[in-house]
């Protein structure tokens, strides 16, 4: 099983951007569609973005489209999720999950490993 650490949360200021990244350790990157979720207090894990093994054109929830973009660098055996345009609303812990397929991970229902989230904090 893909073990996953998220890195790259912290404070920011509304307007402005941060690049979250997903290091994988384990098996190798290459055999997992990716994708990223989010979990403000007192409301149920989100979908955000999710791309599939090849890194083909990625999948993006309606909340984040035009604003969050997803990557990945096989080599590194790293996804990143480039976030712009953040507002207090985005404040969240942020995940990231793997799977075998992008709609798997998309339904939510396929998911194979978690990261431990890391917190992102947009003042206003």
């Known amino acids: 099983q893909v073990q996953l650490v998220e890195s790259g949360g912290g404070l920011v200021q509304g307007g402005g951007s941060l690049r979250l990244s997903c290091a994988a350790s384990?098996?190798?990157?290459?055999?997992?569609?990716m994708g990223w979720f989010r979990q403000a207090p007192g409301k149920e894990r989100e979908f955000l973005a999710a791309?599939?093994?090849?890194?083909?054109?990625?999948t993006y929830a309606d909340s984040v489209k035009g604003r969050f973009s997803i990557s990945r660098d096989n080599a590194k055996n790293t996804v990143y999720l480039q976030m712009n345009s953040l507002n207090v609303d985005d404040t969240a812990v942020y995940y990231c999950a793997a799977g075998l397929t992008t709609p798997g991970i998309v339904g939510g229902k396929g998911i194979d490993s978690w990261g431990q989230g890391t917190q992102v904090t947009v003042s206003s």
């Open positions: 791309i599939s093994r090849s890194g083909g054109t990625p």
């Open positions: 384990g098996p190798t990157l290459r055999t997992h569609a």
